[in-house]
T-cell receptor, first 114, second 114 residues
């Protein structure tokens, strides 16, 4: 079946602009995660959605970052007033609800801030 | 919270040899340990996982061992092939109920030389 879909796959923008990244989770997955992966680094947790519960925003690095998930499905990650240090691959993952469910990742959006 | 360390950061082996990647974790209550393979330009893909009620799990050429007393777990790849070349990430899920307690290692870049 279809996996996690992210768009765009690549985004180049100028410093100071706002960007929106989209994630389409696997159908039926109620949990959704955003991670940031800088070049050659591991995964940095950003935000987590589970069903209708309040999201866990504890990983967001600044108030320029926000995310929403409409209708319990598609999610958008928004970065306002982008800075060069925001350049990274932004990965989305989804999973079934419940204990120890594996996360399934999309291929990410490679964001480059000029 | 959970802290995961992964070694080595890079590993080069000859085709046909075995490769071993090791991770340690800090939270003795951690109970779920997945391993991911990430190829260039792709998102991480789950290759094997283990739960804390077992000490070893095997799937064809891949095996994972868990030592709860020492708080470390390892990925073993036997009869390596060039297509095994990728970055491998370990992860550990902390004691919180939600899946957002997953913490990832920094990754191991495995190169299999033909």
């Amino acid at each position: 079946g279809a996996g996690v879909s992210q768009s765009p796959s690549n985004k180049v923008t100028e410093k100071g602009k706002d960007v929106e990244l989209r994630c389409d989770p696997i159908s039926g997955h109620t949990a959704l995660y955003w991670y940031r992966q800088s070049l050659g680094q591991g995964l940095e947790f950003l935000i987590y959605f589970q069903g209708n519960s309040a999201p866990d925003k504890s990983g967001l690095p600044s108030d320029r970052f926000s995310a929403e998930r409409t209708g319990g499905s598609v999610s958008t990650l928004t970065i306002q007033r982008t800075q060069q240090e925001d350049s990274a691959v932004y990965l989305c993952a989804s999973s079934l609800a419940g204990y120890n469910q594996p996360q399934h990742f999309g291929d990410g959006t490679r964001l480059s801030i000029l | 919270g959970e802290n995961v360390e992964q070694h080595p950061s890079t590993l080069s082996v000859q085709e046909g040899d075995s490769a071993v990647i090791k991770c340690t974790y800090s939270d003795s209550a951690s109970n779920y340990f997945p391993w991911y393979k990430q190829e260039l330009g792709k998102g991480p893909q789950l290759i094997i996982d283990i739960r804390s009620n077992v000490g070893e799990k095997k799937d064809q050429r891949i095996a994972v061992t868990l030592n709860k007393t020492a708080k470390h777990f390892s990925l073993h790849i036997t009869e390596t092939q060039p297509e095994d070349s990728a970055v491998y990430f370990c992860a550990a899920r902390g004691k919180g109920y939600n899946n957002n307690d997953m913490r990832f290692g920094a990754g191991t870049r495995l190169t299999v030389k033909p």
